[in-house]
């Protein structure tokens, strides 16, 4: 082996290893992140001592809205059926800054270009948490009992 072969080993060798952790490191993020994002994930949002007894308290991180009616809470989907974007909770019900849509406290929708009702999310209490299943829309309210 000449000095040039040599180099040549020297410097692709320890590159391509390099390049492969990366890439392997890459797989390895996107094979962890499809689990979170898989539509039988269920997602803890709260405790349920923190929650009112009556109103709506938002979640953007989780774009999620629980709904409290005395002892039943329910959860509705903080994602805008028009584009998808993330409403906001306002004294009235919900309002989407990307188009304008406004939806009432229930979900339904008040005024467009959205067509349709903010998507109901399963829902369960579980160890005194609240728990949403993210991916799966309901297409009615599901409501579960605080104890």
């Known amino acids: 082996m ?3 072969q040599w180099l ?3 410097i692709s060798m320890p590159a391509l290893a390099v390049a492969g952790a990366a890439l392997g490191g890459i797989f390895a993020q996107v094979w962890l992140a499809a689990g979170r994002f898989s539509s039988r994930h269920w997602s803890d949002v709260t405790a349920v001592d ?3 007894e009556q109103g ?9 809205a629980l709904l409290c009616r005395g ?3 329910g959860a509705l989907s903080l994602e805008c059926p ?12 919900f309002f989407c800054p990307c188009h304008g ?10 005024s467009g270009p959205a067509s349709r009702d903010l998507d109901w999310l399963p829902v369960r209490i579980q160890n005194g948490r609240v728990w949403i299943q993210g ?3 309901l297409d009615s309210p599901l409501w579960v009992k605080r104890g």
């Open 82 to 93: 028009h584009l998808g974007c993330l409403v906001n909770a306002v004294d009235q019900g």
């Open 135 to 137: 991916g799966t829309r």
């Open 50 to 52: 923190s929650l009112p």
């Open 101 to 110: 849509s406004e939806f009432a406290s229930s979900g339904k929708v008040l």
């Open 71 to 73: 002892e039943d809470i």
């Open 2 to 4: 000449n000095r040039r």
């Open 8 to 10: 040549f080993r020297a």
């Open 56 to 64: 709506t308290s938002a979640f953007p991180g989780q774009r999620v």
